[in-house]
């Protein structure tokens, strides 16, 4: 099957974690105008897309994806002529933007929720909800065993006798998309945006849609990965399919692309020919460094979304896991990176990783991500990924934000060390080794058969050529370093330098 070539099947997208990006009015937290002043960088660094996270009226209990209006601006984070001035200069510069649209689920200080939890048992306020009476005399008990993924039950008691689902923190209750209006506000938050001018759009929690309407238990022995009531359900598919006419009833082959986070069959039923164009690999996040896992995994992959002519969509990093560079080890997430950028498909970057920054270990009382809370603390959660940018070496906030001005999480002592201006100045930096790849992949790997080739290696080396005599791509996951020239005439680019004609350990090269 084949599907008509367009920008976002090969795009590298680069999330701007807004509130962590660039703040201009110094209250700490990033901001649309930020983002816009850093736009040039972001063209200069050669990405195709941007991915913005969300900007809309939140409580903040869950760094903005507890949404208050979906269709309104954060005033902390700039105004609706903000990101028109965003999405035109983007426009410009030549970059694409996507925005994320978080449709799963609302904050508890949405007005649909305040007037469900006013409104009594059985009322239609409620029925926009998954609400369910409790189990026991009391109705004291949670309607089933459903756990949140933020951890503990994914039920909370309005103290009526009543409960509402909520699959991730107890102030994002999830919304009931069978529900008419509920789906026609779905709509209409689509075609808002859309009608702004937006490229794309990123599917928040995409499989969390659909719940099975008779709320089951899960069954026996089920494992996480395993198919669950609450997600990947038929009926999410069918929602994907009304939007995707959506986004083809615009000029300019706007991007719809699910936050999966799903195996290789699974996120492929999202690309199906009437759904989206990208649905996110997440797998490959936590392969272990080892080259059988990788090419095995590479493949699978591949084969899933070849079946319905589409290509992966790579994910390098994000706010929502680990840093790349505390993941991998430094050198690990430069080898992947070389490798993601020479596989077939598009790649998303984390804004960030482009400078190597590491997992910051935040101190306890700075914590705010709602996982640390539900998990009793066992899990530090997401935010030693979300600590602001530095930008220069200046005292902090280290150019994230005005002299003086506070970020919303403390950066560590010596930040500006991985700033964006010491790194400009350091040809072996990260982020020259990100400009190069960037600069040099349309050139060298667009344009280049869908398959890749593996070549005969020795163990735990990696080794593949993109069409007959095309580019390959060597990854070097031993400890020890490894002669190149078995896999290509010349290196183009290696992840850390070649010498004498070897690749150092885990390093990969780009060769002709
Ligand atoms: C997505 C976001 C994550 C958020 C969750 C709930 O997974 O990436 O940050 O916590 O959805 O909205």
Redesign the pocket.
Known sequence: MSVPDTWWRHAVTYEIYLRSYADTDGDGLGDLAGARVRLPYLRDLGVDAVWV?PFYPTSDH??G??VIDHRAVDPRMGTLSDVDDLVADAHRLGLRVVV?L?L??VSSAHPWFRAARLAGPGSPERSRFHVRPGRGPGRERAPNGWQS??GGPAWAPFGDGEWYLH???VE?PDLNHDHPEVAADAEATLRFWLDRGVDGVRF??AG?ISKDPDYPELPAGWQAGDPAPYSDREPAHDMYRRWARVLAEYPGDRLGCA?T?GGPSVLATYLRADELGQAFAMDPLFWPLRAGEWRDGIQTLLAATGQHGRLPTWVHG???VRRAASRWGPDGARAVLLLMLALPGAVYLYGGDELGLPEVDLPDEAIR???YRRSGGTDRG?DGARVPLPWSESPEPYGFGPPGSTPWLPQPPGWGAYSVLSQSRDPGSPLALTRAALALRPGIWRGQPAEVSWLDTPPNLLAFRRGVDGPSCLVNFTDRAVRWEPYGDAVLLSSTPSQDGLLPPLSAAWMR
């Open positions: 996270t869950d760094a994806y507890d994320d978080v799963n689920h993924i933020f699959m991730f923190d994002q928040d929690a969390a936050e986070w994000s706010h929502d991500d709602p996982v997401r």
